[in-house]
């Protein structure tokens, strides 16, 4: 982790999907930088160990795909940390893994609400506190190397992932002149259960190995490699302090340069 010296400390930070994978990650580093964390996810089963090791400062169960749920935990989570510096969207789920003609419509429903509607949600709730502050604030959205490119199987996840894009893009015109910095990091394939799922899945509907299929996501990417949960925190605490105060409407890989997402 990067030198922050100081500067996140006190900082007041929301998380979506913070209980688990990137989220959770990301969580314990802001903490470590002396940042107050609250998060909400649909799976609460790590939120007991995360505030026993104090990486969160307030968790609550709720659901990102729905306003309602979401608005109850703004409420709860502001009162407890007192205000909103920096908000991070990174609710998401992989979607269907199939040929866009078999993808059933509740499926798509569900990718583009999860994936691009509680990024709407998390920054309509969380904008009006961040303008309190008079002194800006980091908004980051999680999106993904598929914001580049298209993506066989993967249609209802790359058309969220290209959405958040634009979002990003708007959200940054409309309020720089507050001084409130919104950008985009798109990870690549972050190792971890979440691939590995998204992977057996392919080689399923494909008739491969999962060994095969993985081997193909490496030969995609510049790095040969996946990139760790630790690259994307890292990006995100660069963002979220003064040394990216001057960074917005920005959509930045980290990813090892994906050269390509074809699979055909």
């Known amino acids: 982790m990067f030198e922050t010296s100081q500067s996140l400390k006190d900082k007041r930070v929301i998380i979506s999907a ?132 298209g993506f066989p199987l993967r249609s209802p996840y790359t058309a969220a992932k290209w959405g958040l894009i634009g979002l990003t893009k708007t959200m940054a015109m409309e309020l720089g002149d507050q001084q409130i910095r919104v950008n985009a990091i798109c990870p690549g394939s972050v190792a971890g259960k979440r691939i590995d799922t998204v992977m057996q899945k392919e080689a399923e509907t494909r008739g491969l190995s999962f060994e095969d299929v993985k081997a193909s996501y490496t030969k995609q990417v510049s790095l040969k490699t996946f990139v760790e949960a630790e690259d994307i925190g890292n990006m995100a605490l660069f963002l979220a302090s003064p040394m ?7 959509v930045l890989g980290v990813d090892g340069h994906t050269e390509t997402l074809t699979q055909f």
């Open 18 to 149: 913070g209980g688990n994978g990137i989220g959770a990650v990301m969580a314990k580093m802001f903490s470590a930088a002396g940042a107050k964390v609250a998060i909400f996810d649909l799976d609460d089963s790590n939120f007991e160990n995360m505030l026993k090791k104090g990486h969160v400062a307030f968790a609550a169960k709720a659901d990102a795909s729905s306003f309602d749920q979401t608005e109850t935990f703004f409420k709860n989570a502001v009162d407890y940390i007192d205000g909103v510096d920096v908000l991070i969207n990174n609710a998401g789920i992989a979607g269907p893994n199939a040929l866009l003609e078999n993808i059933i419509p509740d499926e798509w429903d569900k990718t583009i609400t999860v994936d691009l509607n509680s990024a709407f949600y998390c920054s309509k709730l969380a904008i009006p506190y961040i303008k309190k502050n008079n002194d800006g604030g980091s908004i980051i959205n999680i999106a993904s190397s598929a914001s580049f490119f």
């Open 244 to 250: 990216g105060s001057k960074i917005s409407g920005q």
